[in-house]
């Protein structure tokens, strides 16, 4: 049986070092390779444990530049990683999860959250409609619930300004 191949994305973020550390500590006999951007350099403590570390080719990719996203994804896929991490809940980290090719793909927000992300494109698709849909609810809901309980009552705008003018007026000039 081959090993178990572990890729953590590591784009950035201050818990990084605690990905890494809970990673090794969860799966001690995997194989764990850090995907790094060029200029995020891992310290000697901060690389405690990690087996390999690939480059990636910029730092930052973005939808307007397909071909470099999709060197990106090929590196990845080329890994065949059997557990995929990304470090924070984006759409372009959900897609590029769906798209890595890997058994499971996992996102670890911190140490001690994990929110397990859909495998193919349109799984990624599909939640991320899904929690749309949900925050479009929440606000509904909200704006539905100020409206039903909103009472009438005084304008505390007006009220501020009828207070400031109202004090100024009260002072009578002679006491100075």
Known sequence: ???????????????????????????????????????????????????????????????????????????????????????????????????????SVECWDNANVIHRLPRSPEGVVRRLLVRRLKGFMRWCFLELLMWVTQKKGPDLRRKEDSFMESSFLEDDPSKY
Not at 4 to 10: E, N, S
Not at 63 to 76: F, H, P, S
């Open 1 to 103: 049986m081959s090993e178990f191949k572990i890729g953590v994305f590591c784009n950035g973020g201050t818990h990084v070092t605690e990905v890494l550390a809970s990673a090794r500590q969860k799966y001690p006999h995997a194989n764990l390779c850090a995907i790094l951007p060029p200029s995020f350099e891992l310290t000697p403590n901060r690389a405690d444990g990690v087996d390999r570390i690939v480059r990636t080719d910029r730092d930052n990719y973005t939808v307007r530049d397909v071909k470099a996203g999709i060197r990106l994804i090929r590196q990845i896929r080329k890994e065949r990683f059997d557990l995929f991490v990304v470090l924070f809940d984006s759409m372009q980290l959900n897609v590029l999860g769906g798209l890595s090719g890997a058994r």
